[in-house]
């Protein structure tokens, strides 16, 4: 069973820095497209950002230019490196990963900035 393991988050000031790491169990499979997504108190899911195996990048207008996404395909991991933290990106932030046409998830982390 394909598990994802994340970790970094935590409590920062408005401007400050934070880099989340997601960390699949599986060594001897490529995983496809991975991704983070994140959940604020009384609102949506909402997609962050996406890279493809390929390295191909998206991210959602919000957090363009503040933050980034990479990969390191040899261990099946994924960071997204958030600068210029903002109080509205205070949310549980989720990694996922597609493989074999199944995504997995991550536990999630909390990312709280404070004002």
């Known amino acids: 069973q394909v598990q994802l393991v994340e970790s970094g988050g935590g409590l920062v000031q408005a401007g400050g820095s934070l880099r989340l790491s997601c960390a699949a169990s599986?060594?001897?499979?490529?995983?496809?497209?991975m991704g983070w997504y994140r959940r604020a108190p009384g609102k949506q899911r909402e997609l962050v950002a996406v890279i493809t195996d390929g390295g191909t990048t998206n991210y959602a207008d919000a957090v363009k230019g503040r933050f980034t996404i990479s990969r390191l395909n040899a261990e099946n991991t994924v960071f997204l490196q958030m600068n210029s933290l903002k109080p509205e990106d205070t949310a549980g932030y989720y990694c996922?990963?597609?493989?074999?046409?199944?995504?997995?998830w991550g536990q999630g982390t909390q990312v709280t900035v404070s004002s």
């Open positions: 599986i060594r001897a499979f490529s995983i496809d497209t």
């Open positions: 996922y990963a597609d493989l074999n046409g199944l995504r997995r």
